[in-house]
C-alpha cells in the first residue's frame, strides 16, 4: 500500500519442520515462538500479527502517531483478535455435530454482536474508516477477517455474515477494490492454489 519494498519469503514444509524443532531458519533467522508469521527487519525477527503490523503501519504512515488515535486503531486490531479466538475452538473441535453447534452459536450470537460493535465505530467515525479520516492498519485487519469469513469456507458459518452490517460491507468492498489490494492478493494467491480446508485466503471481490 505504501510502495515499500519488502521480501515476501515463504518456507517449505521442511523448513517448517526445522523452525519447529530448532526455533529458526536454515538462514539463521530466529522465529521467536516457533510460528509464524515473522517479519525480519534490520536483522531483528518480530513475530506476532498485531505487532507486524503495527510496525508495518508505522513505516508505511498508515499507523497514528497521536497516542489516542493509536490506541483506536489498536482497540480494532485486538478485536479482530478477539474474533479469530472465538472461532478458533471450532477450528479444532473433531466431532462434527458439536463443531455445528458451536458455529451455529458463533454466528447467531458472537459473531453478530463484534460486527455490530466494529459498525457502530464507523459509524461514530463517520469517514468510511475506523479511525480519522485516511485507511490505516485497523481498516487492513478488519477487511482480511471479513473477506475470510465471506469466502464461505468456515462450515455452518454463513458466508452473507458480514452482508447484513452495511458500513462493513462498505469498507471491505471498497479496499477490494483498490490496485494495490487487487495486486496483493495476485501475488498471495500464486502461492496459495494448493491451500484447502478453513485456513484457505482466496478471499472474494466483494461482499
Do not use: C
Given at each position: 500500500m505504501s510502495d515499500i519494498e519488502f521480501e515476501d519469503f515463504r518456507i517449505t514444509n521442511e523448513d517448517l519442520s526445522d523452525l519447529k524443532q530448532h526455533g529458526e531458519l536454515s538462514d539463521g533467522s530466529v522465529i521467536p515462538f516457533r510460528q509464524l508469521p515473522v517479519l525480519v527487519i534490520e536483522g531483528e525477527s518480530i513475530a506476532q500479527t498485531g505487532a507486524i503490523a503495527r510496525i508495518c503501519g508505522k513505516l508505511g504512515d498508515m499507523y497514528p502517531k497521536d497516542?489516542?488515535?493509536?490506541?483506536?486503531?489498536?482497540?480494532?486490531?485486538?478485536?479482530?483478535?478477539?474474533?479469530?479466538?472465538?472461532?478458533?475452538?471450532?477450528?479444532?473441535?473433531?466431532?462434527?455435530?458439536?463443531?455445528?453447534?458451536?458455529?451455529?452459536?458463533?454466528?447467531?450470537?458472537?459473531?453478530?454482536?463484534?460486527?455490530?460493535?466494529?459498525?457502530?465505530?464507523?459509524?461514530?467515525?463517520?469517514?468510511?474508516?475506523?479511525?480519522?479520516?485516511?485507511?490505516?492498519?485497523?481498516?487492513?485487519?478488519?477487511?482480511?477477517?471479513?473477506?475470510?469469513?465471506?469466502?464461505?469456507?468456515?462450515?455452518?458459518?454463513?458466508?452473507?455474515?458480514?452482508?447484513?452490517?452495511?458500513?462493513?460491507?462498505?469498507?471491505?468492498n471498497e479496499m477490494s477494490r483498490m490496485p494495490k489490494v487487487q495486486e496483493w492478493k495476485r501475488l498471495t494467491y500464486a502461492y496459495d492454489e494448493s491451500s484447502t480446508g478453513e485456513y484457505n485466503y482466496h478471499v472474494p471481490d466483494s461482499i
Open positions: 497516542i489516542i488515535e493509536a490506541g483506536k486503531v489498536d482497540q480494532v486490531i485486538d478485536t479482530v483478535t478477539d474474533i479469530n479466538v472465538l472461532i478458533n475452538p471450532s477450528m479444532h473441535e473433531s466431532d462434527p455435530s458439536i463443531k455445528r453447534q458451536m458455529r451455529d452459536d458463533l454466528s447467531s450470537d458472537a459473531l453478530p454482536k463484534y460486527f455490530g460493535y466494529l459498525e457502530k465505530i464507523l459509524e461514530v467515525n463517520d469517514s468510511g474508516w475506523f479511525v480519522g479520516d485516511e485507511m490505516t492498519v485497523a481498516d487492513i485487519a478488519v477487511w482480511s477477517m471479513l473477506g475470510w469469513i465471506a469466502q464461505g469456507v468456515l462450515d455452518d458459518i454463513p458466508s452473507t455474515l458480514p452482508k447484513t452490517f452495511e458500513r462493513l460491507t462498505r469498507l471491505y
